[in-house]
């Protein structure tokens, strides 16, 4: 009955985490919030200014649980900022709610299948921590690869409009509304800020701090020195287009060239997990030593020790920086 037991509360608890995560805030409170800005802006005393409204905007959206979460977190800007990188509207709420979730799934599936109370703990807050933490980390590198896919395409259009005789600021709402997928995503909201009040330049620099790509940290750049020295500019980006394609051919030959030492760097690291695991499905006591006699604790500690050193090594060896 306790075996039946554990699991169920566990997934109990977790559905009703996720469910108060991806909840949102009330709608009473969000028409509340209506309210007043309606009558901020046509009743009240003073107008807004743009930081002002930008401020609103952008601090509406957090919720009672963001509040909490953001005083507990030691660095919750650094959180929200990367939950912001992968392009979904994830709150750090909703983030550290899956992490409680994950964590105390797995710690009592852990517990139900007759493993160590330490190993339940730890195994559950690794899970917790490392899983959703690396699937944001896969959302943020895949939304980076097709950005610079497409941002190349992006600057070109930008030539063009230039060339045919736009303004800047008007090419850069073609570019939002031409080009699908982050890149347009991202145009689209430099230039809600420009609308707002905010210059090009300070709409452009907080878009290349939120994101940290290189490559559009390279536009910015143009751009900015363009307009301290002057010159052609659509012929400059044009310069810039193809830099940047050129420079993700030599990432694709760099990836090809280290591909077979990575997967063998993956397979050599992954062998050890995958046989302890198997081993500990088939005859969890015998495993179970490993978290009872310190000698074996120590062996396992000293091998994890060396094992990192080691992929560690394999991962700079392989790493190069364009």
Not at 192 to 203: H, L, N, P, Y
Request: overall charge positive; hydrophobic content about 50%.
């Amino acid at each position: 009955m306790a075996q039946l037991f554990f699991p169920l509360l566990g997934g109990v608890l977790t559905l009703a985490m996720l469910l108060l995560a991806f909840s949102g805030p009330s709608g009473a409170k969000a028409q509340k919030r209506r309210l007043e800005g309606l009558r901020e802006r046509h009743g009240g005393p003073k107008a807004l200014s743009a930081e002002d409204k930008l401020r609103r905007i952008t601090t509406a959206q957090d919720t009672r649980m963001d509040s909490m979460a953001g005083r507990l977190l030691p660095n919750p800007a650094l959180l929200k900022k990367r939950l912001a990188m992968t392009g979904k509207d994830w709150s750090v709420g909703q983030y550290v709610l899956v992490n409680l979730g994950v964590a105390f799934a797995v710690g009592t599936l852990l517990l139900s299948k007759g493993a160590p109370a330490l190993l339940g703990v730890f195994g559950g807050l690794m899970v917790g921590l490392g899983l959703p933490h690396m699937i944001v980390g896969m959302k943020i590198k895949k939304r980076i690869q097709n950005f610079n896919v497409r941002f190349p395409d992006a600057i070109d259009l930008l030539v063009r409009g230039l060339r045919a005789g736009l303004p800047i600021s008007e090419t850069l709402g073609v570019v939002a509304s031409e080009i699908p997928g982050p890149v347009g995503e991202e145009f689209r909201i430099i230039t809600d800020k420009m609308k707002i009040g905010r210059t090009m330049e300070v709409a452009l620099q907080e878009t290349a701090d939120r994101l940290g790509i290189p490559e559009f940290q390279f536009f910015c750049i143009t751009l900015a020195i363009q307009k301290e020295t002057g010159g052609n500019l659509a012929e400059t980006l044009g310069n810039l287009a193809d830099v940047l394609r050129k420079r993700a051919q030599m990432k694709l030959k760099i990836k090809a060239m280290s591909s077979e030492s990575k997967a063998s760097a993956y397979i050599v690291g992954s062998l050890p997990f995958i046989v302890f695991g198997l081993i500990w499905f088939i005859n969890n006591k015998y495993m179970a030593n490993f978290f009872q006699d310190e000698r074996l604790m120590i062996a396992g500690l000293g091998g994890l020790i060396w094992m990192s050193i080691g992929a560690f090594i394999m991962a700079k060896m392989v790493n190069f920086e364009i």
